[in-house]
Nanobody, 115 residues
Framework: QVQLVESGGGLVQAGGSLRLSCASS????????MGWYRQTPGNQRELVAF???????KYADSVKGRFTISRDNAKNTMYLQMNSLKPEDTAVYYC?????????WGQGTQVTVSS
């Protein structure tokens, strides 16, 4: 079983930056598909970005040009660099990993952007 632990969330002013990390308890080398969702109270989780084993990436339109997803297989860690943050980016951010037929989730990390 794989455990994912997010870190790096916090409070930042609009226009600022944060880098989220998602550390895996196991190797991510063979994980083909992993990424980040976010959720605000009363709303469904929204896909923010994902990255494949080959390094292909995809972003939600709302974060394109501001967020960058990456992975370091040697450190078993995935990252989400968030720049030019906006108040509407405020949410709990969850990392996930698709392994075979199962999706593993982290516990979430709160990101709050003040105006």
């Amino acid at each position: 079983q794989v455990q994912l632990v997010e870190s790096g969330g916090g409070l930042v002013q609009a226009g600022g930056s944060l880098r989220l990390s998602c550390a895996s308890s196991g190797s991510i080398f063979t994980i083909n598909h992993m990424g980040w969702y976010r959720q605000t109270p009363g709303n469904q989780r929204e896909l923010v970005a994902f990255i494949t084993g080959e390094g292909s990436t995809k972003y939600a339109d709302s974060v394109k040009g501001r967020f960058t997803i990456s992975r370091d297989n040697a450190k078993n860690t995935m990252y989400l660099q968030m720049n030019s943050l906006k108040p509407e980016d405020t949410a709990v951010y969850y990392c996930y990993a698709d392994i075979v037929a199962y999706t593993y989730w982290g516990q979430g990390t709160q990101v709050t952007v003040s105006s």
